[in-house]
């Protein structure tokens, strides 16, 4: 299914695997098929096999108090300041912007030797509601007229992930909880111990990447926010 009629040769490329659970509810979770992986004080790992697409899903829940969620967004957005701070990134920006909220993305990533490097084209969407003091990104793969295989990457092309952030308070006071969701198919057979391995050692790694990243970036003062979805509705 595409985007939009105007976007000749942009498609989803699946089934989008990603559930709306991101409040850690241990009997929601299990009776969902999710099975804990990692618990500790700083962040807990859930996992999902889905067989008949022969993808696993993570989903991690965690919390930083040093941080307000909308420098944790910036930190996660801010495609530029990304690849100063994330070595895995070989390159990494906007290719369109469909409107003020959603936008395609290319991203390049290195893989250790001797696996070949990875790239993705992908449809980031944000939501910002100060009522219930949540911010969500969510992306899904999709495939782009602009941007066609290259031999040097393997192109992947079963990607998801939704990143629900949520302020303890307000969105600009530090204090917040995320939950991030996500699957990812690598373009080739890895052992199953081997994916929960990266999975649950790299994604928090990461996630402290992005909470000093959201640090810095806090600093500076130069944070964005989404716009208000209803705003961009209204007709003038």
């Known amino acids: ?3 939009n009629a105007e976007y000749g040769g942009t498609f989803y490329n699946d089934t989008y695997l990603i559930d709306d659970i991101d409040i850690e509810d241990d009997d929601a979770l299990t009776s969902n098929g999710w099975t804990n992986e990692v618990s500790q004080e700083k962040y807990r790992i859930w996992k ?3 067989p008949e697409e022969n993808v696993t899903l993570y989903k991690i829940f965690g919390s930083f108090d040093t941080v307000s969620s909308v420098e944790f967004y910036n930190a996660q957005v801010n495609d530029q300041y990304r690849s100063v701070w994330d070595k895995s990134v070989s390159s990494l920006y906007v290719v369109d912007n469909i409107t003020n909220n959603r936008e395609i993305v290319y991203w390049a990533t290195k893989f250790p030797f001797p696996l070949q490097d990875r790239d993705y084209v992908f449809e980031r969407s944000h939501l910002m509601d100060e009522k219930s003091h949540t911010i969500e990104i969510a992306s899904r793969s999709i495939t782009h007229k602009s941007k066609p295989e290259y ?3 393997v192109r992947v092309c079963k990607y998801g992930s939704k990143l629900v952030i949520r302020a303890h308070k307000d ?3 530090k204090g917040m909880s995320y939950c991030l969701t996500y699957y990812d198919d690598f373009g080739m057979p890895i052992p199953n111990q081997v994916k929960d391995r990266l999975a649950n050692t790299k994604i928090p790694e990461f996630l402290d990447k992005v909470h000093d990243a959201a640090v810095y970036l ?6 964005y926010v989404p716009y208000p979805e209803l705003s961009v ?3 003038n």
Do not use: V, W
């Open 1 to 3: 299914s595409g985007i």
């Open 48 to 50: 999902k096999n889905i």
């Open 151 to 153: 031999p040097k990457f």
């Open 171 to 173: 969105l600009y006071q």
């Open 218 to 223: 806090g600093s500076t003062g130069k944070l």
């Open 233 to 235: 509705r209204k007709p």
